[in-house]
């Protein structure tokens, strides 16, 4: 995924400082968020994916939620900087 999404707000996942690297994981697992998207790009289905790699349907499809979600939120809008020239000062 391209955009940044603010995990921490998702209650599926968990990143803990020294536990695969401080990746996002499903909670209580050592499995990385990002295999889900991984494998649903390379064409696998939720079930693959669930036997694949021990997660429920559950964990797969709040994360999904999650991302979906996330990628409906308004986009923040940055100001340019204001330029001067020799006329402003």
Known sequence: MTNRLDWSQCPAV???PGKV???WLF???RMPVS???ENLEAGATIDEIMEWFDVTREQVVAVLEFAARSLD???T???P???LD???L
């Open 14 to 16: 968990e990143s803990i």
């Open 35 to 37: 295999i889900v998207f």
């Open 77 to 79: 809008i940055h100001q």
């Open 73 to 75: 939120a308004p986009p």
């Open 21 to 23: 690297s401080g990746a």
């Open 27 to 29: 909670r209580d697992t």
């Open 81 to 83: 900087a204001q330029t």
């Open 86 to 88: 020799a006329h402003t």
